[in-house]
């Protein structure tokens, strides 16, 4: 016959047992929850594009979605980290996911300390870095157009460039100029974004594109605008939001090179309209933009580039080029993330 008294004894050491085994398991996660939080903290608030081009994702796997491109030596703001990847927000404000071999972080000094440096910006249309000051050097990296290093030196033909990770290779000079002089002397035009734009001429699409290797719709005027000087939204709907309104109700007269053309489907009783695409206006009813490649079509039905179902889709036209340093349509030379940073 079992004693009562030790069974109950036996309950109780059990029941202490178990209390101060969930007492352990709060505890280990209260110190991964206040290990990630002070990880979080001590994150370094700043990154630069150590490749061509980095791939920007909607979540923090290569299998997601990809959100947008930034170039070489591109800034960006941190505001997170999930196992080897950094969620940041890119110059037009775009919130995505970077893996870590694109990037190198940066505390604020050393943000300041690249700010103040001196730069070049490479502007042909792809190039690449070379291991020595000689033409028939071995790679360092390739190159495209928009790509921003740091240098100290010419060499001959060639500029020493050094990357944000430490790298350090040369770039033949005819490609490239000062940056500071650039971004302070770039002119923006209609007719300077569309001979931006005639440079991507074939250039194959790539949903999340912003590059001259592949891009997308809107990734065309974006890197069209950039070259040119002027940081504008990501998305053609973004783009779609700032700029001048420009009045399509007659005919095609009040527009102008370099105006941006919207398309996409109509606005009902019901529904608002939905921008779809974005391409740039050359004139003569000619547009050029990504759609399987960088091409032109006319919106003028007399023509023998004439797409109907372009023409029937165009929704809006907005002019950016009057609204420089408003909402959205940013000179390089005043956004905040190419000037020096504040302690917060």
Same mark, same amino acid.
């Given at each position: 016959m079992k004693n009562p008294m030790k069974t109950k004894q036996n309950e109780k050491q059990y029941g202490i047992f178990v209390v101060a085994k969930f007492l352990l398991f709060v505890t280990i996660l209260l110190f991964i929850f206040e290990t990630k939080a002070l990880k979080a903290e001590t994150l370094e608030p700043y990154a630069l594009v150590t490749v061509s081009v980095a791939n920007m994702r909607c979540q923090p796997a290569y299998s997601a979605e990809m959100a947008t491109q930034c170039l070489l030596g591109s800034p960006l703001r941190v505001i997170g980290e999930k196992k080897g990847w950094y969620r940041v927000l890119t110059t037009d404000d775009y919130d995505c996911w970077v893996h870590r071999g694109s990037l190198t972080l940066l505390s604020r000094n050393d943000f300041n300390e690249? %700010?103040? =440096? *001196? !730069?070049?910006?490479? /502007? +042909?249309? #792809? &190039?690449?870095? /070379? =291991?020595? *000051?000689? *033409? #028939? @050097?071995?790679?360092?990296s390739d190159l495209v157009s928009g790509?921003?290093?740091? #240098? !100290? $030196?010419?060499? &001959?033909?060639?500029? @020493?460039?050094?990357f944000p990770d430490g790298r350090s290779g040369y770039v033949l000079k005819t490609g490239c100029r000062d940056?500071?002089?650039? !971004? +302070?002397?770039?002119? /923006?035009s209609g007719k300077n974004l569309i001979d931006k734009s005639l440079d991507l001429m074939g250039v194959p699409y790539l949903w999340g594109g912003t590059s001259s290797k592949? /891009?997308?719709?809107s990734g065309m005027t974006k890197l069209c605008f950039f070259?040119? &000087?002027?940081?504008?939204?990501?998305?053609? =709907?973004?783009? @779609?939001?700032? &700029? $001048? +309104? %420009?009045?399509?109700? !007659?005919?095609f007269s009040n527009l102008q090179q370099g105006d941006l053309l919207f398309f996409g489907t109509p606005a009902t009783t019901k529904k608002q309209a939905h921008i779809s695409h974005v391409g740039l206006y050359m004139g003569n009813g000619l547009v050029i933009h990504a759609a399987g490649r960088v091409h032109i079509n006319s919106l003028e039905s007399d023509s023998k580039l004439y797409d109907q179902s372009l023409a029937n889709r165009l929704i809006t036209v907005k002019r950016l080029t009057t609204k420089i340093g408003k909402r959205g349509i940013i000179p390089v030379n005043i956004h905040p993330l190419y000037c020096l940073q504040d302690n917060e």
């Open positions: 690249w %700010i103040k =440096s *001196p !730069k070049i910006i490479y /502007l +042909q249309d #792809n &190039g690449f870095v /070379l =291991s020595q *000051p000689e *033409p #028939n @050097a071995s790679r360092v790509c921003v290093f740091q #240098n !100290k $030196e010419t060499v &001959g033909n060639f500029v @020493a460039v050094y940056f500071e002089e650039w !971004k +302070q002397n770039v002119q /923006l592949m /891009l997308d719709c070259l040119n &000087g002027v940081i504008i939204p990501r998305n053609a =709907s973004s783009q @779609a939001e700032v &700029g $001048e +309104q %420009i009045d399509i109700t !007659k005919n």
